[in-house]
């Protein structure tokens, strides 16, 4: 038994509660549950107040959730979701419900499974199989959420609820875009995100809420790469998952891993956020296609993409800070690319670098490296092998300059003007950023040297 489970067992001991939805199912599956759904009489706002002071954890009502509330654990742990039985009749509640996977309940303190639809059945069987038409007619975006679990679970779909998945697929347009990025990131997070992808295609969902990713289809690249814009892009998607999971066997070392496992934002990983950049990050190649010496070209399409990522996370009311991550490794995913043909790397380069892609130099880096994977076109063997030596040199570099932390600077912008005669301005922050170039490089040590390379370049 899972710590949610039972600290909300404890906690509201002699209460009337069913648990129901993903908790039962999950349950049944011997998973994890950390994240309990409880249908309550009555307004649960009394339960959750009691299992948020039992547990030290924070209660809130969830906004235009028919008066859901939510307990929040400490950390983030675990949360539990109380929701108004409907009718206060387990039965009816459960035959509004969407899936029969989510149609089971059971007393929260232990009692004999309620199973109206057979979901126990499908659950053997591992089929996603909707209650009735109805819920997906009520609610389009059930027809995404019939993906989310069979690519979570490794379920199947069932043929009739494919077909009326695909029938209600246009109506997520409608559906608040905070709910559709709820599911959608679930399923571009999950493992097997592939599959996934392919279904939501199949069923017509894509086009819906990911139109940009179908736009790649059939966009033709130049001879050095083996793929179209989409087939390369979902390429890229398979090679940052791989450097999720076994970066040594790609080329990097094993600290990548734990990089990308480091929570980012919005619920993701940074290597969650680096598979939506490895789906938006060639989005405005079609928009930016043309021709140069009878090759086709792609000019500025990292500065179109990196807005049109914007624009995509914006729209899906995404966080600010996986908007500026997947923006800032879309505009410089390109770059380490370029610095292959300046190998080997002075201490100048690397600077420069590193200050174009801070505070994501190390991420935007392992991304390079899915992007080069999954480019496979003329010269593919030795290009990787260069690239993956670029790769690693910035890496090491990104990383200690992560270790390091802040650096006092040799000689400050007041002491600059007082001392070397810098007139305050525009010239000033030039001049401070060239001094930290030249440091970096070995050209400066010492407070004197930093005054005397100030008066040169004032001069």
Known sequence: MTAA?????????GETAWLVGGAVRDKLLGRDVDDVDLAVPGDPKRLAKLLARATGAAAFQLSGAFGAWRVVGPEHAWHVDLVALRDDDILADLAARDFTINAMAEPLGGGELVDPHGGQRDLSLRLVRMVSEQALEDDPLRSLRAVRIATEVGLEIDPATGEAA????????????ERVFAELKRVISAADVRRGLAVMEAYGLTEVVLPELVALRGIEQSRFHHADVYDH?????????LLQRDPVSAGLDEGVRELLSEPLSDELTRGDALRWAALLHDAAKPATRGFYG??????????????????VLGRLKASSRLRD????????????????????LDRRTIWRYLRATQPYSADTTIFTVADRLATRGDNAGPAIEAHLEVARELLAAARAEDTAGPVVPLVRGDELVREAGVPAGK???????????????GAIVTREDALARARELTS
Do not use: C, W
Request: aromatic residues 4%.
């Open 233 to 241: 892009t979902l390429e890229v998607l398979d090679s940052v998952a």
């Open 294 to 311: 009878g090759r086709v070209t792609f000019m500025g399409h990292d500065a179109a993409g990196a807005q049109l990522a914007r624009d």
């Open 166 to 177: 695909a029938r209600h697929a246009p109506g997520i347009a409608k559906v608040a875009n």
């Open 325 to 344: 991550y997947v923006a800032a490794v879309t505009l410089h995913h390109l770059d380490a690319g370029f610095l292959v043909h300046e190998r080997p």
């Open 427 to 441: 010239q000033l922050g030039t001049i401070l950023a060239q001094l930290e170039e030249d440091r970096y490089a």
């Open 5 to 13: 489970l039972d600290l909300t067992r404890a906690a509201l001991a």
